[in-house]
């Protein structure tokens, strides 16, 4: 069964780094392109950033432009997120998400999840 | 402010059925890119719910269904049960500068 495990969460200054790992298993990793996604506290679901399959594209949300940034070892079935620059409002449980599948564009959305790994950045 | 609208709040009844409005714009759902729902229970990860507008993921209730017309989308649940008290968020994809994942900000149902 498909198993996206994240992992790097924490308490971290603000301007301070950190880095997320998520660890896929249960499907084909290199077929697909995978998202962060984050939610803070009491809050909506934020897209944060997606890379594709070959890691060819990238592409952030502007709220995390120029500080964060995807990665993805497909040979380990793992995605990556840095986060450099850290601000109080980045407080939130970080999601990784199965995007769409490599070459077929914007559909089946964000199949499967992790269970999130909290950040948490005090000012 | 989310790039999709969603109502903050919907109630109905156990049996009932009651639907939740997604709108966005013509940067987005208009463009004709696919919308997809996602439920997330209390304390949990969300859950695809609807992808492309219309189709139920394998073990999703047909109680639950999607559409999709101009700007808008509409994720419908008939024969309400206490179970599915829950936030619900619609998702898109957006040619604007904003990003191309979007995502509404969320409804929470309440079953009376």
């Known amino acids: 069964q498909v198993q996206l495990v994240e992992s790097g969460g924490g308490l971290v200054k603000a301007g301070g780094s950190l880095r997320l790992s998520c660890a896929a298993s249960g499907f084909t990793f290199s077929d697909y392109y995978m998202s962060w996604i984050r939610q803070a506290p009491g809050k909506g679901l934020e897209w944060v950033s997606y ?20 990665s993805r070892d497909n040979a380990k079935k793992s995605l990556y997120l840095q986060m450099n620059s850290l601000r109080a409002e980045d407080t939130a449980v970080y999601y990784c998400a199965r995007d769409g599948p490599a070459g077929l564009g914007a559909t089946k959305g964000f199949e499967y999840w992790g269970q999130g790994t909290l950040v948490t950045v005090s000012s | 402010q989310s790039v999709l609208t969603q109502p903050p709040s919907v109630s109905g009844a156990p049996g009932q059925r009651v639907t939740i409005s997604c709108t966005g714009s013509s940067s987005n759902i208009g463009a004709g890119y696919n919308v997809h729902w996602y439920q997330q229970l209390p304390g949990t990860a969300p859950k695809l719910l609807i992808y492309d507008n219309t189709n139920r993921p394998s073990g999703v209730p047909d109680r639950f269904s999607g559409s999709k017309s101009g700007t808008s989308a509409s994720l419908a649940i008939t024969g309400l049960q206490a179970e599915d008290e829950a936030d619900y ?24």
């Open chain 2, 89 to 112: 968020y619609c998702q898109s994809y957006d040619i604007s500068l904003t990003g191309p994942r979007v995502f509404g900000g969320g409804t929470k149902l309440t079953v009376l």
């Open chain 1, 51 to 70: 890379i594709s399959s070959s890691s060819s594209y990238t592409n952030y949300a502007d709220s995390v432009k120029s500080r964060f940034t995807i």
